[in-house]
């Protein structure tokens, strides 16, 4: 069988279950990843940086290093995660391998917290029940960083067959002692009470709905959520491996069900979680939703008000403006990275940054693990409005007041028939249009695609997607028909029409 091209986007390796993402290609990824660790002179468990981890924090490096396999809901991700670790067992490492599915953010706190090399999750997030995929997190507890992952896909490509298919039986590596079953519940939850302020929670008696759209937080959202002394109603908290035929993201057409028990119920908030936990929806009392653009803001107000948290901003490009004006208030600092979560999660293990977001609903805070977390941006909704004792609409009302609107959208626009895509990019590079939709272009980032800043502090985002012959189209304005002007310019843009 002829070896795949593997390659990492933003969140990992991603294939089409029993095609590309089969038991031959997983062993391989899996073995390079081993030789990784072993032989990387920055990034592996030698490595100059995971040494110096382990000096800054008391600890001397093992004899034998362990790392950390996951895994969500979807078809065979338990069989493919034991499979996983049993080449990881044949290189020598020792795993600790959850007992049961598995959000991603639990998995990244528990790397932090053993000090592993690393850890991995079997999950494509938000893709597609025909997908499967390998998450990998270097020793810091989150995405790994172009440079990790570039080393990988040469290691996958060099591999021999031989390589490639050792294995340790899983359960001769289990009497062994060197594949180590656990449950991660207890330390994922003893960090998320940490962060949060539970008396707080547990004073407004709150009433919830939570909804783990089928995926890893059914045994992790609403327990956490009880534990705080909400009185939570469940939903989809069972095993679908087809996620009721949807995509098991937290998009706003798919938490429904969410916003009529949120409403039928008379409730405080509804909270959804996606398949590996690390995105968020959030329904307010009178069953609207609430984008994550709009509670990333949120949380950081929160945070800074009521919290007396400090530090720096940290958002990708294309996510809204709405977190600057809100951190303008207090004097704090923002900075803008491509997009993916991998290059905020960099800033955030820096302990300099307070909180950190993107517009897909990736969000983490100070103290916790860099890696973007599902759970941990409910408890923190749950948290605001326990303080506020009010509902988010009216939390968000006035913090309009304070700073503005920003009405933003996201769209994904194919290319028509016919357009010369590289054409319409090359002249978007050299002959940028300086006006869109009757305002004068301030300036154009090009950081990741096309960002154009207008004078008014609307702006309009252009990004090639990686996955499929789509061009993204972002915009936001303080009004919604200034907003759907600027995407409406996008499309006769990308289609050579402008």
């Not at 530090?311 to 809100?326: E, N, P, Q, Y």
């Amino acid at each position: 069988m002829a070896t795949a091209n593997i390659k990492f986007g933003y969140s990992g390796w991603r294939a089409i279950i029993a095609e590309d993402f089969n038991l031959s290609n997983l062993r391989r990824v899996t073995h390079a990843v081993a030789e990784h660790l072993k032989e990387n002179r920055e990034y592996g468990y030698k490595g100059e940086e995971y040494l110096l981890h382990l000096k800054n924090s008391g600890r001397v490096p093992p004899k034998v290093q362990h790392v950390i396999v996951g895994y969500d809901t979807r078809y065979l991700s338990e069989e493919f995660a034991r499979n996983v670790a049993e080449a990881f067992a044949a290189e020598g490492l020792t795993v600790l391998f959850s007992n049961m599915e598995t959000p991603a953010p639990a998995v990244a706190c528990t790397v932090m917290k053993t000090f592993a090399a690393g850890g991995l999750v079997i999950t494509a997030g938000n893709d597609p029940a025909h997908y499967n995929g390998f998450k990998w997190m270097p020793y810091w507890g989150g995405p790994a960083l172009p440079e990790v992952t570039d080393d990988l896909e040469a290691r996958i490509q060099s591999l021999t067959i031989a390589e490639s298919e050792k294995f340790l039986p899983f359960d001769h590596a289990v009497s062994a002692g060197v594949i180590k079953v656990l449950d991660f519940h207890e330390n994922y939850f003893k960090q998320l009470y940490s962060l949060l302020d539970s008396s707080a929670i547990k004073k407004a008696g709150l009433k919830v709905a939570a909804d783990s759209v089928y995926g890893a937080a059914r045994t992790y959202l609403r327990p956490a959520l009880e534990k705080l002394g909400a009185k939570v109603i469940p939903l989809r908290e069972t095993r679908d491996v087809l996620f009721g035929s949807r995509a098991p993201d937290t998009a706003e057409e798919n938490l429904r069900e969410l916003k009529t028990a949120v409403v039928k119920n008379r409730l405080n908030l509804g909270l959804a979680c996606n398949c590996d936990a690390d995105s968020f929806g959030i329904i307010d009392s009178d069953g609207t939703w609430i984008s994550p653009n709009l509670v990333f803001g949120l949380a950081l107000e929160h945070l800074v008000k009521n919290r007396g948290f400090k530090g720096k901003i940290a958002r990708s490009l294309m996510t809204s403006h709405f977190a600057d004006a809100v951190g303008r208030q207090y004097g704090l600092t923002v900075r803008e990275t491509p997009v993916g979560f991998k290059h905020v999660g960099n800033l955030l293990r820096t302990g300099q940054y307070l909180i950190g977001g993107e517009e897909s609903g990736g969000l983490s805070i100070m103290g916790h693990a860099p890696e973007q977390d599902g759970i941990l941006a409910c408890l923190l909704m749950a948290e605001m409005v326990a303080y506020e004792r009010r509902p988010i609409k009216k939390i968000l009302a006035e913090l309009n007041r304070k700073v503005g609107n920003f009405v933003n959208s996201r769209i994904d626009q194919c290319v028509d028939k016919g357009v010369n895509l590289a054409a319409v990019l090359e002249k978007l590079t050299h002959r940028p249009p300086l006006n869109l939709s009757g305002a004068s272009v301030w300036r154009i980032d090009h950081t990741d695609g096309f960002k154009f800043i207008m004078k008014d502090g609307s702006w309009m985002g252009l990004r090639p997607s990686d996955t499929d012959p789509t061009i993204r189209i972002y915009a936001e304005a303080s009004t919604k028909p200034r907003m759907e002007a600027l995407i409406e310019t996008g499309k006769k843009i990308i289609n050579g029409k402008f």
